[in-house]
């Protein structure tokens, strides 16, 4: 299982016009008593298409940041262990740096505030939170 702040490009998550783009992932928390993380992605800005203002990502935010992005916080999703191996075993995914410290809290605190993200993603990532936090 990966830790928390890891990022992976995860293939076949592109839109219903292009399928099989990549898009990268970052993990949020650690495994929950169940062994689930939460994952969110990022996605790119494109002119007159509206997007969640939560956690805008610019070029040198993470070194596979090469476009006006954001997180698309509507995707968030919890893993298992097993889809992190079947997705590792079947090559659909590349590991890439790691998120820095403040990325990362950027990324959740954009969690707890967006229109776009579920309830229950905003509850389990606060709960995570309080109960990892000092």
Not at 19 to 27: D, E, K, M, N, Y
Request: glycine content about 6%; aromatic content about 12%.
């Amino acid at each position: 299982m990966p830790q928390r702040g890891a990022a992976f490009w995860l293939w076949s998550t592109g839109s219903s016009t292009n399928p099989g783009t990549p898009h990268l992932h970052f993990v949020l928390t650690e495994p929950c008593p169940k062994g689930e993380q939460l994952v969110v992605n990022m996605t790119g800005c494109y002119p007159g298409v509206a997007w969640d203002e939560a956690c805008p990502l610019k070029v040198g935010d993470h070194q596979e940041v090469t476009k006006a992005s954001y997180v698309l916080y509507e995707q968030a999703r919890t893993i298992t262990p097993k889809h992190y191996e079947v997705w590792k075993f079947g090559r659909q995914i590349r590991e890439v740096e790691a998120l820095q410290a403040a990325l990362l809290d950027r990324i959740c605190q954009g969690l707890l505030v967006s229109s776009f993200a579920l309830p229950r993603y905003k509850k389990y990532l606060s709960d995570w939170l309080s109960a990892n936090t000092p």
